[in-house]
């Protein structure tokens, strides 16, 4: 099966591949992109590479059944993923207008997933083919296993697993869990004790469970009536999201229990390299005829790492992908780089060596046993973790080797830049700045007041300026004219106008235009979510401001909005390094 370059979408594809059925129709809200960027693909390919079938509906019409019939009943199950990126994200602003373009879609159209659209599949799905198992899957269910503050439509929501009815719900990256559930279903195995999944019991197996052991969550009732309900809960999932320590997690609703299985512990290296280097087709499916925005954006990148130590209070990723890094080795690296040479339209440029932060690849710990038994919700915060290690060595090695690769012009770092970890490694934050920025380098301060920022579980206060100043004499030495490009969150939960006026200062002082500007969006299941509902500082419990409507939320907007002269920090640089 190594030699199918797409997973089929219609009866005409299946049977050209010799199947006369598939065993796993995958269901997205995204149009499908054969990459290793795209969580569909990912898993599609994984499952196929194990033996079985998969058929792929993109973007089918919600409104009618048929859509996901092109291939007839599959032998096995659905599986049902919003997409890369959670379905309401995707539709709506922080302002909770409708967006005017979907980087998901083709040509960037709008309108062709459902709000919600992991619920909206599954229901689809079971219209489709009464009976059959469905598997929830992807960023949305991750974030939205248990109960839920949704920020759109302003109520708290029971998980996802609740309203869709489907049979099981897979969380984090997926592709150990996705084996096991679709080779369980096959065999006609139960589900239950999956690492990495949930399940919804019935009335008599809720009576029958034994709890010894597990962590308990707050009641729906008692999460929908207490505010501060929901910021225990947030506290008690972070503190077993360990794959190695976490407990067992359950939450009732009436007679009825959740279940939710430890995380699944992060790939390992091997298994990593074999997941990026399953062949992909490398493109959008062939019936698209518009491009696909987000498909453009890192056609010539390679991911190269998973995790992300931060923690960050806004952040869902965590929740999703953990905070244990797992990163590719250097040598299944360059083997992507050799395959990206052969791409249509490869110019020599490499755009990006991908991750959640471009300086995280190659970070480690120096002793892995104390991470296994590590409760912290972050490595970076309120101090750096002295067991992680942010070796810049291996990436450093491997930027060097893939820019004098014959065939390479440029390899770019295009992820953003950890500033507290970029401090840290002094050698390679210089090449990166010095031979790795496409002329803007990316960078998140989120903040610049130290209340703010621990409330973010941010960096330290002057971190930024240090950079700066770093930033500005490796392109003056490098005689070229490069710019960062910061990005500041308003609106985050206890942040005042008073705060708020300390980034507006800064910004004023140094004539600086941010391009990139986020008003804050309450992401299911983080801990910044819990702090927007219940107006609560979490490590204190004391009341804090929160700015809830457009009105409310408008002066903070405006301030980073603010026109100042030149939208760079760097605009006294020219292209000779002179002042």
Not at 261 to 283: A, I, K, S, W
Not at 438 to 449: F, I, M, N, Q, Y
Not at 470 to 482: G, N
Request: glycine share 8%; aromatic share 8%.
């Amino acid at each position: 099966m190594k030699d199918v370059k797409f997973l089929p979408m219609s009866r005409k594809e299946m049977e050209a591949l010799g199947w006369d059925s598939i065993d796993i129709l995958l269901v997205t809200g995204d149009a499908y992109v054969e990459h290793p960027s795209f969580g569909t693909a990912v898993i599609g390919r994984y499952l196929l590479d194990k033996g079985f079938r998969v058929g792929i509906a993109a973007q089918p019409d919600w409104r009618t059944p048929e859509s996901l019939m092109a291939m007839g009943r599959p032998n096995l199950a659905c599986g049902i993923s919003s997409g890369n990126m959670d379905s309401m994200v995707c539709i709506y602003t922080a302002g909770r207008r409708l967006r005017k373009d979907d980087m998901y879609s083709p040509g960037g159209k709008t309108g062709l997933r459902p709000p919600l659209a992991s619920v909206v599949y599954t229901q689809l799905a079971k219209r489709a083919f009464p009976g059959l198992k469905t598997v929830l899957g992807g960023t949305e269910a991750s974030l939205r296993r248990v109960a839920h503050y949704d920020y759109w439509q302003d109520k708290m929501h029971p998980s996802v697993l609740v309203d869709s009815k489907a049979d099981i719900l897979i969380f984090g990256m997926g592709e150990t869990a996705s084996l096991e559930v679709y080779s369980r279903i096959r065999d006609g195995r139960p589900l239950d004790g999956i690492p990495g999944t949930a399940v919804f019991l019935g009335a008599r197996a809720s009576r029958e469970f034994d709890s010894t052991g597990c962590a308990v969550l707050p009641d729906y009732d008692r999460i929908c009536s207490e505010k501060k309900a929901l910021v225990e809960q947030t506290i008690t999932i972070e503190a077993e999201m360990n794959p190695w320590c976490g407990r067992r997690l359950i939450q009732r609703y009436g007679d009825r229990l959740l279940v939710l299985e430890r995380p699944n512990p992060p790939l390992t290296q091997e298994e990593f390299d074999h997941v990026c280097e399953l062949p992909y087709g490398m493109g959008p499916h062939p019936s698209y005829k518009e491009p696909i925005p987000a498909y453009e954006t890192v056609k010539f990148s390679i991911p190269a790492v998973r995790g992300c130590p931060g923690g960050c209070a806004f952040c869902g990723l965590v929740a999703h992908q953990t905070r244990h890094l797992v990163s590719r080795s250097p040598e299944s690296v360059m083997r992507s780089v050799e395959r990206l040479k052969k791409l249509p339209g490869y110019n020599g440029i490499v755009s990006d060596i991908g991750g959640a932060a471009s300086n995280i690849f190659g970070n480690r710990t120096a002793d892995h046993s104390l991470c296994e038994k590590c409760r912290r919700v972050s490595c970076m915060w309120p101090k750096p973790c002295k067991n992680y290690v942010p070796d810049g060595s291996v990436l450093q090695n491997l930027l060097r080797k893939i820019r004098s690769t014959p065939g390479v012009r440029k390899v770019f770092l295009n992820s953003g830049m950890r500033l507290d970890l970029a401090l840290r490694q002094p050698e390679l934050t210089e090449d990166i700045i010095r031979h790795h920025v496409s002329g803007h380098l990316k960078v998140a301060p989120e903040h610049l007041h130290p209340r703010v920022l621990n409330l973010m579980r941010k960096g330290q206060p002057g971190e930024l300026e240090a950079f700066m100043k770093l930033f500005d004499r490796c392109c003056r030495e490098a005689h070229k004219e490069q710019y960062l490009i910061p990005l500041f969150i308003s609106n985050f939960p206890g942040c005042t106008e008073a705060e708020m006026k300390v980034v507006d200062n800064f910004l004023e002082q140094h004539h600086w235009s941010p391009q990139q500007v986020q008003d804050y969006i309450p992401l299911p299941m983080t801990m910044g979510a819990a702090m927007y509902y219940s107006g609560l500082n979490p490590y204190t419990g004391e009341e804090i401001v929160v700015n809830r409507g457009l009105r409310e939320r408008r002066t903070q907007i405006k301030m980073l909005k603010k026109k100042r002269g030149s939208k760079y920090c760097n605009q006294n640089v020219s292209r000779k390094g002179k002042r």
